[in-house]
């Protein structure tokens, strides 16, 4: 452990493998005080990115705490930083628990932006950790199935395997350890008859076919993105496509 002193003197201790930089520890410093002291998540949020210069709304999915817990087979349950961070994605998983999750709320203004919206599309993000604790708590349903068209609500997602692999993090090797084969057709398999559309890579063209037969419409392009450029073309693409499924 080491200890670092705030301006007060009083002793904070900071888990050495954690490895923060004098930015985030910072961030991290004052957003906790700011929780103690009773203040949500969505407001500090909010100042963060008046801070910052961020013009985009940015809202969290929920102003609960919902801990994303790793099960694994070596060292049983851990939380996701230790198991992130700590264990550098290591130990072998068996599965995922979001605590928390069945009495979580969405966070104020969520709901309203779904409404409004005419797509959702869904960032090419780790789908077992980043994006199944939002649709937890959201409680995002398929429209495409259910609704009315005038109740029908888009929802694209972006895969982000390719050609087999992860871009980055540990979505290909979580699908290896829970038995399933990291690909672009996994990730639409994951989502199901949530999605109305799907957005994946041209590495993985010869899959088309197969997610097309889940009920989806897609999309094939160059989805990697390196840089600002490949972003700004990626986003371009993806509400092309969009209009098209309007």
Not at 162 to 177: C, L, S, T
Not at 209 to 216: A, S
Request: one cysteine or more.
């Amino acid at each position: 452990m080491r200890t670092a002193s705030s301006s007060d003197s009083s002793a904070i201790l900071v888990r050495r493998w954690f490895q923060l930089g004098d930015s985030d520890l910072g961030t991290h410093l004052l957003r906790s005080n700011r929780l103690q002291k009773g203040d949500s998540l969505s407001a500090i949020t909010r100042d963060f990115c008046h801070a910052w210069g961020i013009e985009h709304r940015i809202i969290p999915m929920t102003d609960d705490p919902m801990p994303t817990i790793v099960d694994t087979v070596e060292m049983g349950e851990l939380p996701f930083q230790e198991y992130f961070v700590h264990q550098r994605c290591k130990p072998t998983v068996k599965g995922f628990r979001f605590e928390g999750a069945e009495s979580a709320r969405p966070a104020e203004g969520v709901e309203e932006a779904f409404n409004e919206a005419d797509a959702v599309v869904i960032c090419p993000s780790n789908p077992w950790v980043s994006i199944d604790p939002i649709l937890r708590v959201t409680k995002l349903k398929p429209t495409r199935v259910s609704s009315p068209a005038s109740k029908r609500k888009l929802i694209v997602a972006i895969s982000p395997i390719i050609g087999g692999k992860a871009v980055k993090g540990p979505a290909a090797k979580m699908y290896r350890e829970l038995g399933i084969m990291p690909s672009a057709l996994a990730v639409a398999k994951h989502y199901g008859e949530l999605l109305d559309g799907f957005v994946f890579d041209q590495k993985d063209a010869g899959l088309e076919n197969e997610i097309n037969n889940l009920g989806i419409k897609t999309l094939i392009c160059d989805t990697l993105m390196k840089d600002e450029k490949g972003r700004r073309r990626v986003a371009k693409d993806v509400l092309e496509f969009i209009d098209t499924l309007l």
